[in-house]
Nanobody
Framework: QVELVESGGGSVRAGESLNISCAASGRAIYDRAMGWFRRAPGKDREFVATIGRSGVGINYGAAVKGRFTISRNNAKNMIYLQLNNLKPEDTAVYYC?????????????????WGQGTQVTVAS
């Protein structure tokens, strides 16, 4: 049973950057695609980014493409999300998730394990 724990969230101003992390324990994640999703107040959970098991097949949501970067370190069982040029509309709880298979996946239905989330707040 994998456990995913996010960290690194915080409060920043528009235009600033954050790097959030996801530590996996209980199971190695090298054979699974991983993803980041977010939920803003009053909205559904939204796809942010995904990365395949070997670091290929990266995809981003339209709202973050060009500003966010997903990466992974399988040796450390870690997933990262670099958030650049943050905007107030990026304010949300960010969740790390492990997919059911090795290929990058955009739908939350393709994920079987979720972290508790880390809050990112961007002031204008």
């Amino acid at each position: 049973q994998v456990e995913l724990v996010e960290s690194g969230g915080g409060s920043v101003r528009a235009g600033e950057s954050l790097n959030i992390s996801c530590a996996a324990s209980g199971r190695a994640i090298y054979d699974r695609a991983m993803g980041w999703f977010r939920r803003a107040p009053g909205k559904d959970r939204e796809f942010v980014a995904t990365i395949g098991r070997s670091g290929v097949g990266i995809n981003y949501g339209a709202a973050v493409k060009g500003r966010f970067t997903i990466s992974r370190n399988n040796a450390k069982n870690m997933i990262y999300l670099q958030l650049n040029n943050l905007k107030p509309e990026d304010t949300a709880v960010y969740y790390c998730a492990m997919s059911t298979g090795p290929w990058a996946a955009l739908s939350r239905l393709d994920y079987q394990a979720w972290g508790q989330g880390t809050q990112v707040t961007v002031a204008s």
